[in-house]
């Protein structure tokens, strides 16, 4: 069976699916887990950056990986070609919802739709204008997350 793929998409691609691009590769290769995994944003006004120094800092500290992560935007490709797309919050969800063709819709979901706590917690907040801890936090959910959605049926074929 060929690599599941996987696309985790915030605004910015500096942030947040950047720390989750990294958190999940990390957890999925701990699993043996073959899957492949990129993110993207729907604004394209960091493109060709790194991820936010705030995120590098707080991941980095947890043992993750960012360096070879730098932001580009959704292409309308993306739809055709990755199984799974996680939007990290509702207006994300709503834009990728707008752009995507019909027969590739019921690829898109949040991203915490495998949080133990959805749909009491289902959206990650932009952390851009918070200090350190909505970094933590963002951490915080998204490795909740991860570690559901690496033993999630979509994700295993299981
Ligand atoms: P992200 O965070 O969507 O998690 O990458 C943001 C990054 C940049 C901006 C907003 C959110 N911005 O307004 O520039």
Do not use: W
């Amino acid at each position: 069976m060929r690599a599941k793929k996987v696309l985790v998409v915030c605004l910015g691609n500096i942030c947040r699916s950047p720390t989750a691009q990294a958190v999940l590769r990390h957890k999925a290769q701990l699993h043996s887990l073959n899957i492949e995994i990129d993110s993207a944003g729907t604004s394209a006004s960091h493109r060709g950056e790194r991820p936010d120094s705030r995120s590098i800092k707080a991941g980095s500290a947890r043992g993750y990986n960012f360096s070879d992560i730098y932001s580009r935007p959704v292409f309308e490709q993306d739809f055709a070609d990755f199984d799974l797309i996680l939007a990290m919050d509702n207006d994300n969800l709503a834009e990728l919802n707008r752009r995507c063709p019909a027969e590739h819709s019921h690829k898109i979901k949040l991203f915490l739709a495998f949080h133990p706590e959805f749909p009491a917690i289902s959206e990650v907040p932009d952390p851009y204008y918070s200090g350190s801890k909505g970094f933590e936090l963002v951490l915080d959910l998204i490795e909740h997350a991860c570690d559901k959605l690496i033993i999630a049926p979509e994700l295993t074929g299981a």
